[in-house]
């Protein structure tokens, strides 16, 4: 009888994890090195410490959370590739940025992280340009390719609910907006707006659901 068995990887685990997702996983990790998630209260800490304070929470998870919402929902390996990087070329300061990624995925990926990233206006400050950038974004939802829109979603999606997790972990609900540069309310209306372009673009979508499902768990969290 034949054996109809998908064969191994040349890599070994068949197929189960590529060679791809190594190399993006690899360099964000590289690249994102002693950056942390903004929290209530972070502690100043000295950069080779280990084990970190709790409270600082490295930056990999933000993007290894965009990546596991994504690979449960089966999408290509060049899409977690783009969602592990898609904050490489806004926060990393690698004046070669775009070609890292592309020796890392390739041209696809790259594309990918281009269609999501913001542009920071770096010659002023995050907190004048923040409305801006994010009515930016906003419109780039509704134009960018449908699988960088994917990886919009989860990225914000990983967001909202990372922010629910830190409100359910405290009793001083207002700390949690505090390393931000923009309020709850201004913070909710771009999360709200995103989750309608998720929406225009993806209809009855798992990520839409799940984005506007979160979204409203975090409306009704807010401080009055």
Request: charged share 30%; aromatic share 4%.
């Amino acid at each position: 009888m034949a054996d109809d068995r998908t064969p191994p990887s040349p890599t070994g685990g068949d197929g189960l994890f590529s060679p791809l997702l190594e190399a993006a996983i690899r360099l964000a990790a590289r690249g994102h090195y002693h950056q942390f998630r903004k929290t209530a209260d972070s502690p100043a800490a000295a950069r080779d410490e280990a084990p970190q304070a709790p409270e600082r929470v490295p930056y990999i998870t933000h993007l290894m959370g965009t990546v596991c919402i994504l690979a449960r929902l089966g999408v290509r390996d060049e899409v977690l590739a783009a969602a592990a990087l898609h904050d490489y070329l806004e926060d990393v300061a690698d004046p070669d940025g775009a070609e890292s990624i592309r020796r890392a995925g390739g041209d696809e990926v790259l594309a990918l992280v281009l269609a999501v990233t913001e542009d920071k206006r770096r010659d002023r400050s995050e907190i004048d340009t923040w409305e801006l950038r994010k009515r930016e974004q906003v419109a780039r939802v509704r134009v960018m390719p449908e699988e960088a829109v994917l990886v919009k979603a989860a990225d914000v999606l990983h967001n909202v609910q990372s922010l629910l997790a830190d409100i359910e972990r405290t009793d001083d609900v207002a700390s949690v907006w505090r390393p931000f540069n923009a309020g709850p309310r201004r913070q909710l209306w771009y999360f709200e707006s995103v989750s309608e372009a998720v929406d225009h673009r993806l209809g009855d979508h798992p990520l839409s659901r799940g984005l506007r499902a979160a979204v409203s768990c975090l409306r009704k969290a807010l401080p009055d």
